[in-house]
């Protein structure tokens, strides 16, 4: 068997076609715009309707009131340029339903498109394009780990030249050694290591803290250890044995050392 035979034949999409006979042209008018559409080599004029059984008897187009079936009527005429035709099914005299619609333009047949074929084209344009533009967007997209993200036009010259000119306009700034992402990240970092690994305390506040213990323990308090304390670095001149009365004193408002040891 013949493989081509087998194979379904794939109708093309009528909103692709157009159709025109150039014979009837230069006569067209809206008195023989159904027969110039009811042509035999017209790919939109389907033979079993109603037109075409009219036709073959000679009746006049009105008869089509009278009977049901799919059928061609004359919708609108703007004389020369313009005659719409509308493919319908007839179930009354008063009712039918459209189907589709037929735009002669110029004397060249073409099918209206419906609205879901409308939305269709447009949605896929609009789609396509702003896929193109992502694309073309992310073609130009640059990552240093210094900068982050950046744009290179470089491969485009009529933007490569226009960010030329705009360089040279403005005044050179100085990079700087770390940028603002940097610098917070790092920070970030080190606050995390310093809450997981918090520093040791350093040994010279427990000296301090002994220091205190002791000078508390001779004088009887902290206040008067401070007082004690700048008393002594004022009498680092003075002869050894100040020095030793003032230690037995330890207070602010003793007597002087002096008149102690004379006691």
């Not at 099914?89 to 339903?97: C, K, N, V």
């Not at 603002?180 to 305390?201: A, C, E, S, T």
């Amino acid at each position: 068997m013949n493989a081509g035979r087998m194979a379904p034949i794939v109708q093309e999409n009528p909103l692709w076609i157009s159709w025109h006979d150039s014979n009837w042209i230069p006569v067209l008018n809206p008195g023989n715009v159904m027969d110039y559409f009811s042509e035999k080599s017209n790919p939109f004029y389907d033979r079993t309707c109603n037109n075409e059984i009219v036709r073959m008897q000679r009746q006049s187009l009105e008869m089509l009131n009278n009977m049901t079936g799919m059928e061609y009527i004359l919708l609108h005429v703007q004389d020369p340029i313009l005659y719409v035709i509308r493919k319908q099914h007839r179930y009354s005299p008063t009712e039918a339903t459209p189907l589709a619609d037929y735009y002669i333009i110029a004397g060249t047949v073409y099918q209206a498109p419906d609205l879901a074929s409308v939305f269709n084209s447009r949605i896929l344009s609009t789609v396509h394009h702003l896929q193109t533009a992502f694309d073309e967007s992310s073609s130009y997209s640059r990552y240093h780990p210094s900068k982050g993200y950046s744009w290179d036009f470089s491969a485009n010259k009529a933007i490569a030249e226009k960010t030329k000119t705009q360089t040279k306009k403005e005044a050179p700034v100085k990079e700087e050694p770390s940028s603002i992402f940097q610098r917070q990240r790092v920070d970030m970092l080190l606050g995390d290591l310093l809450r997981k690994f918090p520093l040791p305390l350093p040994q010279t506040n427990n000296n301090v803290a002994g220091g205190a213990d002791m000078n508390s323990a001779g004088g009887g308090g902290t206040v008067e250890n401070d007082h004690a304390g700048s008393e002594h670095t004022m009498i680092k001149q003075e002869p050894s044995d100040g020095m030793m009365g003032s230690g037995r004193g330890g207070g602010a408002n003793d007597a002087p050392p002096e008149k102690k040891m004379k006691l």
